[in-house]
């Protein structure tokens, strides 16, 4: 698997641990809520280190796509699990991962309520 695949899968993994960390009784809650907001946190910095390693070793020279993968999937419909990144969209990927820390953590003030169900979605 490319590391295009691996920015894609980090924040779902995130999202599966997210969801196996009980919720605590509504006297702990605020506790618990912090522990959600620091896995995404942590889990958001990986994306974007991810994400920064991935545009160090971009050749902008190239018009081409890069980082791609094209893997059959359901080969019975013709369905294959094809991407790629060109120029553009590097920048636009990397920008989305390094305001994604900054988005969580400004939630931490502000989300009071179904804080698992937040950071999970």
């Known amino acids: 698997m490319g590391i295009l695949s691996w920015t ?12 196996f960390i009980p919720n605590r009784e509504p006297s702990e809650e605020k506790s ?5 907001g620091w896995v995404a946190f942590a889990v958001t910095l ?17 018009a081409a796509f890069q980082f791609e993968e094209n893997v059959p999937w359901i080969s019975q419909f013709g369905l294959n699990y094809h991407v790629g990144i060109d120029g553009i969209s590097v920048l636009l990927f ?14 931490f003030r502000y989300i009071q309520k179904r804080k698992k169900e937040y950071y999970i979605w």
């Open 8 to 19: 894609l899968l980090i924040p779902v993994l995130g999202a599966v641990l997210i969801m």
């Open 32 to 36: 618990s809520a912090s522990v959600f």
């Open 46 to 62: 990986i994306a974007m280190v991810v994400s920064i390693f991935m545009l160090a070793d971009f050749d902008s020279s190239v």
């Open 94 to 107: 990397l920008l989305t991962t390094i305001i994604m820390p900054f988005t969580v953590l400004s939630s």
